[in-house]
């Protein structure tokens, strides 16, 4: 996952190279840190295990794991809870657009003891029914050492109040729009079988924020979004301790909170 996302702003550094050369197009630069919830629609699970069984869990519900309370427990643990970060690049002279590469580190746990409607083939034998999803009868699948969604954001603000003296933004509106990829650390367990699978590229996802910054100094700010879209996950590793080659796909919908901290780094 590292290596990924060292590859991404290697990238964004570049693009900084190519615009000094191109009468300083890119002006500036940002960086963020926050927390987040997220609230999921239901999802059709489907799983493909290494024993042959291929089945598909339906409208199974799920919820996150904020952990907020590491906040005060842990305090150097920064990254326990649900965590974002972004480095943007502006792009314009009033920094009014930039490009911004956003990682979300969400956590997607499904309810368990939830009954679900189950079809496909189990140990091979055609199931048809209603089942409960017990992790020491049944399974248990999370990805809560990240759900984790890496995109590309292009960002527009708008400043509805400047400061005194109208040097630099009081208080603007934001609205963003991206898609990436997702690198899910998915936890699974099958009848009491657990195993924390390894970082894998495993989808993509598309999104929607909108939300205002309030700058408390003329370069530190504070953000607030909402923000939606649609995640695929279309091969996560789902293997355990006694099936190694086993896969899990589906997709949700989601509405997610975002508070962060920002600073920004003038080029010009």
């Not at 996952?1 to 009468?23: D, P, R, V």
């Not at 906040?71 to 911004?100: A, D, H, V």
């Amino acid at each position: 996952m590292y290596k990924t996302i060292l590859s991404a702003i290697l990238f964004f550094i570049s693009l900084h190279g190519f615009g000094q050369a191109k009468k300083k197009r890119i002006t500036g630069m940002y960086v963020q840190w926050g927390y987040n919830r997220e609230w999921y629609t239901n999802s059709s699970i489907h799983f493909k295990l290494d024993n042959g069984s291929d089945f598909i869990l339906h409208h199974v519900r799920a919820k996150d794991k904020p952990d907020f309370d590491a906040i005060y427990e842990s305090p150097l643990e920064i990254s326990i809870p649900q965590y974002n970060y972004r480095i943007g690049f502006y792009l314009n002279e009033n920094q009014t657009r930039s490009l911004e590469l956003n990682f979300d580190h969400a956590k997607y746990v499904a309810n368990d003891f939830q009954k679900v409607h189950v079809t496909g083939t189990i140990n091979g034998v055609l199931v048809d029914g209603d089942s409960i999803l017990d992790p020491n009868r049944f399974l248990h699948l999370e990805h809560t050492d990240g759900a984790n969604w890496m995109h590309l954001n292009y960002v527009q603000q708008r400043t509805i109040k400047a400061r005194t003296d109208h040097t630099t933004p009081l208080f603007r509106l934001i609205g963003k729009i991206g898609a990436g990829i997702n690198i899910p650390r998915t936890d699974f367990t099958w009848k009491g079988d657990r195993l924390n699978n390894q970082f894998h590229i495993a989808g993509y996802n598309i999104s929607l924020e909108g939300g205002a910054r309030y700058y408390f100094s003329k370069k530190f700010f504070l953000e607030g979004t909402g923000k939606t879209g649609y995640v695929r996950y279309v091969n996560a590793l789902a293997n355990t301790h006694q099936f190694k080659n086993s896969r899990v796909s589906h997709g949700f919908g989601y509405f997610e909170f975002i508070a962060l901290i920002g600073y920004d780094i003038q080029f010009r």
